[in-house]
């Protein structure tokens, strides 16, 4: 123990007093040690995500108890221990490698790929993952329409609609026309009602209505249609409802109905309700909060 009080003592006063003066002598130094410390904070904090609840997650615990105890061994001078720890230390990164060469060469893989970028907080943006989602709806629509498979499917605006979400069952899904699809055949649990996307993802399905119940509304109108009225007239909701009977496709919006709608005017409207307008919107209030700060200068 006085040898290794020994050795703490001259490597505080040779390494950490010695780069506490460097830095007081050159500040940029510290600005360099500070940028260096939040780069390798946020790939450790990354790094962590990517790798809990894997098999690398578990490999890695194991690593950190080895090199401790290496550590800990030549401190308190337990040689063969050491000897031995040091050896597995120097083998093993050949073993690891073999052993876990198909998850190196994934990672390796993922280079410049999606989750890689995701792995940067480079992830596309809300224009484009919301036109691909668009796409991926319209093709779910197109494929329950050709087998008459009835569907509503609400798309989530600026007004949040949690109540309606917490009538189904939760599934915070990525969005995808096989997904869509699988929800809606019948006899399945999740087939009745409607589903609802958020955020651009399936946030639930089964979820339960309002129906409309003007007058006005046609009397063919089955229960979805309803539903998807309703929906679109108590909140700014765009609503694609597939017909059971007929297998045509209809949007809802503000309290509306535009039936017999086909692949590519689907598409159209909502890209217009749901980017489109989105951005004039946005570019609007930022004209607005411009005047607003002129007016108070």
Request: hydrophobic content about 45%.
């Amino acid at each position: 123990m006085e040898s290794f009080k020994l050795d703490f003592e001259s490597f505080y006063e040779n390494n950490i007093l010695g780069y506490i003066e460097t830095l007081q002598n050159h500040p940029i130094n510290l600005v360099m040690l500070i940028v260096d410390l939040v780069i390798v904070i946020f790939l450790l904090v990354n790094s962590f995500k990517m790798v809990k609840n894997t098999r690398l997650w578990q490999l890695i615990k194991g690593i950190i108890f080895l090199v401790l105890a290496t550590w800990i061994s030549g401190i308190f001078k337990l040689t063969i221990l050491n000897y031995i720890l040091t050896a597995i230390m120097n083998w093993g990164v050949l073993a690891l490698i073999v052993i876990f060469q198909p998850e190196l060469r994934r990672g390796l893989e993922q280079l410049g790929t999606s989750k890689f970028t995701r792995f940067f907080g480079l992830d596309k943006s809300i224009e484009v993952k919301t036109k691909e989602n668009i796409y991926k709806i319209a093709i779910a629509a197109e494929e329950l329409s050709a087998s008459k498979t009835g569907a509503l499917i609400v798309i989530e605006r600026d007004i949040k609609i949690n109540d309606i979400i917490e009538t189904g069952i939760l599934i915070d899904g990525e969005i995808s026309p096989q997904l869509l699809v699988n929800i809606f055949v019948p006899r399945t649990p999740l087939h009745d009602g409607a589903v609802v996307i958020s955020d651009n993802k399936i946030a639930a399905a089964s979820c339960m209505l309002p129906l409309a119940d003007d007058k006005d509304i046609a009397k063919e109108l089955g229960t979805r249609h309803r539903a998807a009225i309703g929906i679109s007239k108590e909140t700014d909701s765009i609503v694609v409802v597939v017909s059971e009977e007929t297998g045509k496709i209809s949007i809802a919006k503000d309290g509306t109905l535009i039936a017999d709608v086909k692949d590519e005017t689907l598409k159209k409207i909502l890209i217009k309700y749901l980017i489109t307008a989105r951005k004039i919107n946005t570019i609007k209030k930022k004209k607005a909060k411009k005047v607003e700060n002129k007016e108070e200068n």
